[in-house]
């Protein structure tokens, strides 16, 4: 799912992702510590890099950088914390498997990662395009 992503926003580089899965406890705390909103959420995204726009990779310093993981090589692209409560009970009220739900929140937390957002209708359209594609590239569309 997180490959999926990546070569659908065109990542030229290897890269490491943090995935953890939590419950509405958990992420209620994260949620409070680094936003500051003392309530549970489905996902939470923290991307380590910035991006001049969406999927615009062409800032990356790959020589001497601390962008990437010195062992490895790879791009250290960021976290996503997902809430496993949430995943049941939004997969049971929208219809769908916790398989989608999982794959969707992942799908949506990647674009996150890679600077995409949607705090203004043109930026949501192009994340939900963006997230219809990822979704069809494993084969789990809507």
């Given amino acids: 799912m997180i490959g999926a992503g990546l070569e659908i926003v065109d990542c030229p580089y ?12 958990g992420i209620r705390e994260m949620n409070r510590q ?3 909103i003392d309530s549970p959420t489905d996902v939470l995204s923290f991307p ?8 615009d990779f062409s800032q990356i310093n790959e020589e001497g950088s601390d962008e990437f993981d010195p062992d490895s090589g790879e ?6 914390v997902i809430n496993a409560d949430r995943v049941i009970s939004q997969a049971e009220e929208y219809g769908h498997s916790r398989k989608r739900e999982y ?3 992942i799908a949506h937390s990647i674009l ?10 043109e930026e ?6 963006m997230q219809r594609r990822i979704m069809e590239a494993v084969q789990i569309p809507r």
Wanted: no cysteine; aromatic share 8%.
């Fill in 124 to 129: 949501r359209e192009q994340m939900e395009e």
């Fill in 14 to 25: 290897d890269t490491q992702v943090s995935l953890l899965i939590t419950d509405d406890e």
């Fill in 48 to 55: 380590l890099q910035e991006f001049p726009a969406p999927g």
């Fill in 103 to 105: 794959a969707f929140l």
């Fill in 75 to 80: 791009l250290l692209l960021g976290d996503i």
């Fill in 34 to 36: 680094f936003r500051g």
């Fill in 112 to 121: 996150h990662l890679t600077g995409y957002d949607h705090m203004d209708e």
